[in-house]
């Protein structure tokens, strides 16, 4: 089983935008608790924050008391996390779409098929599991589509509990809802239909622990399915984006650098590489 990434360029690119993310998740929920906190300053006073804070840029916008203000605040977890969410699924979806390209094109699946899989979220890990002869963990799967039908239901279903979430709640096997609650903390098995679907800080932490490691197994999965020449493809391509320059012996040295730091687990040989420059 292969457990290291390849972190080939699009790879590269995911992460870097998924830790950005986190980052700026992160620090929005940390902002919201320490400006609650800083305000705890001027408790009691009845005048408004453009007031206090004439300085701070956008501060006419919360033209509130500090009470006020802090209650917001207070419960800003609840709107950063449904507003989070979506947005980590919507990277990892963009993600997969790479991954069902470069299976196109190393010819493990057609350009339909990978069209069919591409069109939603819940249809992708499927079209790169067939594709590949490969399965991602249950649980993660069975905890991304739980988030994915939250998000459902928070778009379409004015944040209620659908019937379809409800139905997918119910095949929860017992390491499902083990993960689900080591992280958040809460069950979702009494859910009721109707009821209002919670976000928040627990949820966000869940949907960026997941994306992280089913982009992973899909990461691994490719390994497996693309011959070496695409890989090495790959890697010379990846190169000539850094330094559209080199040529000859110094493309091969930085391509056999390319090859330790960012494609290890694939071994790439010498001869890959100098087969992959002449077909380039």
Known sequence: MVNAVVRFADYRTYEAKRIEASNAMMGLLA????????????AGSERLLPEVFPRVRHIRRFNLTTEDARQILDAADAHLGAMSVPYSLALHEDYLKTCLDLLVRGGCCSRARAAAAKGALARQH????????????????????????????????????SRPLIDHIATWTASTEAGWVKLTGRTL???????????????????????KSLAREANCLLQVALAPEIWADLLIEDVRTEHPDLKGEKLLRKARGFARFHYGPLRL?????????ARD
């Open 126 to 161: 499927a079209g790169i599991a067939d594709a590949t002869g490969g399965a991602f963990n249950p649980d993660s799967l069975a905890q991304l589509d739980t988030l994915r039908l939250m998000r459902n239901c928070m778009i379409h279903d004015g944040s209620r509990a």
């Open 189 to 211: 098995k009494d859910l009721q239909l109707n009821a209002r679907i919670q976000f928040g800080h627990p949820e966000l932490i869940l949907s960026l622990a997941v994306t």
């Open 31 to 42: 902002g919201a608790q320490l400006a609650s906190h800083l305000l705890q300053l001027t």
């Open 269 to 277: 040989t010498d001869a890959l590489l100098a087969d992959a420059i």
